[in-house]
């Protein structure tokens, strides 16, 4: 078991640095992504029940998503031949990105004790974090339940955009 993760920045703060191999042979960096709005959400594990069902529901609202200029990354510690096993059986076109060192989950936190039946285990906290385009965490979803999180996601990037075009 590792040390506790610190808490994640507060909205405002500049979110923790990161560049990941992702599915279709591409590379997500924070870098790579300044000067666009972006959804960073992380799932235990590619091709479950609960993380399919929460990518392709991403997959769905992505058109409007990126109409409002909004990328999204998916994350997991999942190496790149299942994560791209996943885009691939659900026909996901945004990036799921391997964190296989657990860099990035530790960073932002998202690596934490669970438990099932008893066992305590460390494993992914399902969470989302939107981030602008300067690099700052706007808001944070933690312990995700996948049902209706996309709308909400949406409904917050609604906001953001209408702050942006000063409404």
Known sequence: MSNPTPPFPEPGSAV???NMPASHDRTVSLTGLKGHPFVLYFYPKANTSGCTKEACEFEAALADLQKDGVNV????RDGMPAI???????NLTFPLASDSDGRVTEAYGVWVEKSMYGRKYMGIERATFLI????HLVQAWRKVKVTNHVAAVRKAIATLTLQAAGG
Do not use: M
Not at 73 to 76: A, L, Y
Not at 84 to 90: L, N, R, S, T, V
Not at 132 to 135: E, I, L, R
């Open 73 to 76: 990354i998916g994350v997991s």
């Open 84 to 90: 791209e096993k996943f885009a691939a059986d659900h």
């Open 16 to 18: 923790p640095d990161f």
């Open 132 to 135: 602008d385009a300067t690099g």
